[in-house]
């Protein structure tokens, strides 16, 4: 379906044939997503004991990922820099 200015429109039954037609996910971005609820919930309570506790904070700020282990956190590149910009805030 073509609309008068140029662009094409899809129906529904359209759209769900063309992303049948891509290649699945690759398995480490469907475990990532499945991770991210989690991840979410787990910097949410540090950003809030963060708040709450000034020592934590500290110790937090000084070493983040080793405050992150003492947490039972896998530290990566990703939830280190998104906790050092939420506690900073």
């Known amino acids: 379906m073509s609309t008068g200015d140029g662009v094409q429109r ?3 039954e ?8 891509l290649p699945p996910a690759p ?3 469907v475990l990532a ?3 991210l609820p989690t991840a979410r919930a787990e910097i949410d309570t540090l950003v809030e004991r963060a708040k709450e506790d000034q020592a934590f904070r500290a110790a937090l ?3 983040i990922e080793a405050a992150l282990a003492a947490e039972g956190v896998e530290p ?3 939830l280190i820099d998104l906790l050092r910009r939420r506690v900073a805030e």
């Open 10 to 12: 899809y129906d529904e």
């Open 14 to 21: 359209r759209l769900g044939e063309l992303l049948r037609l």
């Open 27 to 29: 398995a480490g971005w």
């Open 33 to 35: 997503a499945g991770e």
């Open 61 to 63: 700020l000084a070493d």
């Open 76 to 78: 990566s590149r990703p």
